[in-house]
């Protein structure tokens, strides 16, 4: 990166490999397909260098979700070989998703950074709140049945992660949990729909950030290219374990955990936005 030595960039490589271990058990455990994370650690390490802050949250972004196509992929696999995968309802929110996803990248070449941050940390923030309360805020007993009411749903998942830079569990797997679906099967939808949200946002920020000065080197639009080559196989081999463990914990417990990590990163972003 711009500004750093040798011992520098090793320093760099070893703490982008350590976020794509913990990205990917996130991924697994949560099917938030590591962005919860990744997104605040590139954030502060991109800004620990000599680049524009204005560009270092696009970057953070874009990079977090090239990382989470093969990611999902891995996740996905291990959840959909228990089970966990409703198809029915991936197929019903697919296309909303995919739009929604492309909108997310178009807006963000006319966003300012503090904007996308405070996008992150105002939504992570609301949906870390409904995880955490007792009571889960359950909307109906069912999903919704009209093309309409799953559209809007799913262009919301799709548009705000894009935003975010993050997999769907964020968004899809509190709305899935408001319609009464179980907390696994809600987990295991979503780690599929991050790739349905990945694909079109990270082309989305490719071509956002093309030409745009200030860029590190090696990138593809927003898109970091050695960062996201290291964070990319930690995150692959450690997803499975972490749907392996998804099937195992508590689903009271994994809604605390999936509350924790959501506040704690709402905080950090919404302070580098507003502070």
């Known amino acids: 990166m711009i500004g750093l030595d040798a011992a520098g960039l090793a320093l760099l490589a070893a703490s982008l490999l350590a976020t794509g271990v913990i990205a990917g058990v996130l991924a697994g455990l949560l099917g938030v397909g590591g962005g919860i994370v990744i997104v605040p650690v590139l954030s502060w390490l991109l800004s620990a260098s000599a680049l524009d802050p204005e560009v270092t949250q696009h970057l ?41 996803a492309l909108v997310g990248g178009v807006v963000a070449r006319f966003a300012s950074g503090d904007a996308l941050r405070l996008v992150f940390g105002l939504v992570a923030l609301a949906v870390a709140v409904n995880m955490a309360i007792p009571k889960t805020l359950t909307a109906a007993d069912e999903l919704p049945k009209s093309k309409a009411a799953n559209g809007g749903l799913s262009g919301f998942v799709g548009l705000f992660s894009s935003l975010m830079g993050i997999g769907g569990g964020t968004l899809a797997v509190p709305i899935q949990s408001a319609f009464s679906v179980p907390i696994r099967t809600a987990v295991g939808t979503a780690s599929a729909m991050g790739l349905l949200i990945a694909v079109p946002g990270t082309l989305a920020f490719i071509w956002a950030g093309w030409g745009v000065e200030g860029l590190p080197p090696l990138s593809l639009g927003y898109v970091s290219v050695p960062a996201a080559l290291l964070i990319i196989p930690a995150t692959w081999f450690c997803a499975p374990l972490g749907a392996s463990i998804a099937h195992k914990v508590d689903q009271a417990l994994l809604k605390r955990l999936f509350a924790l990590f959501l506040a704690i990163t709402a905080v950090r972003m919404l302070y580098a936005a507003l502070g």
């Open 60 to 100: 953070a972004v874009a990079t977090s979700l090239a990382t989470i196509i093969p990611t999902s992929i891995s996740s996905a696999r291990s959840h959909r070989k228990r089970g966990s995968v409703d198809m029915t309802l991936l197929r019903r929110w697919g296309p909303g998703i995919v739009v929604g």
